[in-house]
């Protein structure tokens, strides 16, 4: 299994400051990584995918980065909604797997 | 808008089957995979499988043994079934549309297994 691991696990920043969370892979994953948002009690919600692809609806200031191994998102200028857990997951190879997780706080 | 409800029992006992059933709302379900995810609780993401409206599955290896997923076209439902459950079993579980991204999710129904 391909192993995702996200850094920092947990972050302090306040509104308005550049957050920017890494996922690595234990493998080259090419750019098939995806990202999530996660709000207490709610189910995930799909932010970024293929790396870089904003879906419909979520602001532009979330922003994906990065191939290979190494991936990142940022949060140009954090909003009081985007305090939340943040997993990526890639979707190279089965079993599909997810980082553990970034909390914002 | 797209909705799925998961629905079933939220306390299965130990060494029997989990079944929960996933409801989809305006979309049809022949049109997309449909994937099950659970989340235990404080703990990551574990993706359990997914099922092509053709009943086409792909599993996680590590549950591959004791997993079924299977498709109601008729009702726009897929279902899951985790047998010999244990109280590692115990998640909340979602059901969501994709293969790849999951892009909408149930709110999740917690399933707790316990005597």
């Known amino acids: 299994d391909i192993q995702m691991t996200q850094s920092p696990s947990s972050l302090s920043a306040s509104v308005g400051d550049r957050v920017t969370i890494t996922c690595r892979a234990s493998?080259?994953?090419?750019?098939?990584l995806n990202w999530y948002q996660q709000k207490p009690g709610k189910a995930p919600k799909l932010l970024i995918s293929v790396t870089s692809s904003l879906q419909s609806g979520v602001p532009s200031r979330f922003s994906g980065s990065g191939s290979g191994t190494d991936f990142t998102l940022t949060i140009s200028s954090l909003q009081p909604e985007d305090f939340a857990t943040y997993y990526c997951q890639q979707t190279y190879s089965f079993p599909r797997t997810f980082g553990q997780g970034t909390r914002l706080e | 808008q797209v909705q799925l409800q998961e629905s079933g029992p939220g306390l299965v006992k130990p060494s029997e089957t989990l079944s929960l059933t996933c409801t989809v709302s305006?979309?049809?379900?022949?049109?997309?995979?449909w994937s099950w995810i659970r989340q235990s609780p404080g703990k990551e993401l574990e993706w359990i499988g997914y099922i092509y409206y053709s009943g086409s599955t792909n599993y996680n290896p590590s549950l591959k043994s004791r997993v079924t997923i299977s498709v109601d076209t008729s009702k726009n439902q897929f279902s899951l079934k985790v047998s010999s459950v244990t109280a590692a079993d115990t998640a909340v579980y979602y059901c969501?549309?994709?293969?790849?991204?999951?892009?909408?999710w149930g709110q999740g129904t917690l399933v707790t297994v316990s005597s």
């Open positions: 305006g979309d049809s379900i022949s049109s997309y995979y």
């Open positions: 493998q080259s994953i090419s750019t098939f």
């Open positions: 969501a549309r994709g293969a790849h991204q999951l892009d909408y």
